[in-house]
């Protein structure tokens, strides 16, 4: 089998932008949002791997940020796109980070609706690199039942969330959803970022940065995200009223009132 970074093309505008979806979810979920982006784009909207259509040789062997900045631009020669905006929610940040930091001067401007790779994450962090924690969320694709009690009793010393519990609980109810919890966290591992460096490039390119946030996200908590916005230039919030699970449909039924926020 060979690698494949699926898209999906969407409309047929002169401004060219690349779309990655969050964690469990496909490019289908960006239909609601591309009409509010105007009739002037045209977007790329890409299956995540694990996701979808997209699939990786090796799927169980973590993927270099090298190696997809080397899939995005084949695509990029592949139809003759110079330069291009980034949309990105939620774990697709890291695909979209990638492409900041590899191909910083194609990239016109960037819309982060609440990013993952920009703040340390403790359990993603504990779960994917001490090996002996992979295997236990290895062991955990065929018997879920121990982690889920070990969320359960960390949420009753209230050390996690109730919202994270429920949003754990909901991802680990099937083999198909754990398997892919397993790959994903495994396999995205390699996709994290220096904030400092990553300022820095933008800074550099001038690139326009809009965030947008959920005031009520668990999942990726707008005040983790503030000291790295504050690094920006040419920085600017959103801050929304809601969680972080539907958030991209939030953030189309504001761009509808805000005709004028443009990619």
């Known amino acids: 089998m060979k690698t494949q970074l699926h898209f999906q093309k969407y409309g047929t505008g002169s401004t060219v932008v ?20 105007g009739p002037d784009v045209t977007v ?47 774990m697709g940040a890291k695909f979209a980070l990638t492409a900041v930091e590899l191909l910083p001067e194609a990239v016109k401007q960037v819309w982060l609706i609440a990013p993952d790779g920009l703040q340390r994450q403790f359990w993603y ?27 359960d009793a960390l949420h009753q010393r209230r050390l996690v969330d109730a919202n994270l519990v429920r949003f754990a609980q909901w991802q680990l109810d099937s083999r198909e959803k754990r398997l892919r919890v397993y ?6 591992r390699n996709l994290t970022f220096d904030v400092k460096k990553l300022a820095a490039i933008l800074n550099h390119q001038a690139t326009p940065v809009t965030f947008f946030l959920g005031r ?23 801050l929304l009223e809601a969680g972080h699970a539907g958030l991209i449909y939030d953030v189309a039924a504001y761009l509808r009132r805000n005709p004028k926020l443009r990619l």
Not at 24 to 35: D, F, K, N, S, V
Not at 63 to 84: C, E, M, N, P, T
């Open 18 to 37: 690349l779309a990655f979806h969050g964690y469990g979810q496909g490019e289908g979920h960006w239909r609601t949002l591309i009409p509010a982006l």
């Open 44 to 90: 790329y909207a890409f299956d995540l791997f694990y996701h979808g259509r997209s699939k990786l040789a090796k799927a169980d062997a973590p993927i270099s940020k090298k190696r997809l900045g080397a899939l995005l631009k084949d695509f990029l020669d592949a139809h003759q796109i110079k330069q291009f905006s980034l949309l990105a929610f939620s």
């Open 125 to 151: 962090a504990l779960a994917t690199y001490p090996p002996w924690m992979r295997g236990v969320l290895g062991r955990a694709v065929l018997r879920p039942q121990r982690l889920l009690r070990f969320l």
């Open 183 to 188: 790959r994903s966290w495994v396999g995205f």
């Open 216 to 238: 009520h996200d668990r999942v990726i908590p707008h005040a983790g995200l503030q000291s790295f916005i504050a690094s920006l230039q040419h920085a600017h919030t959103v």
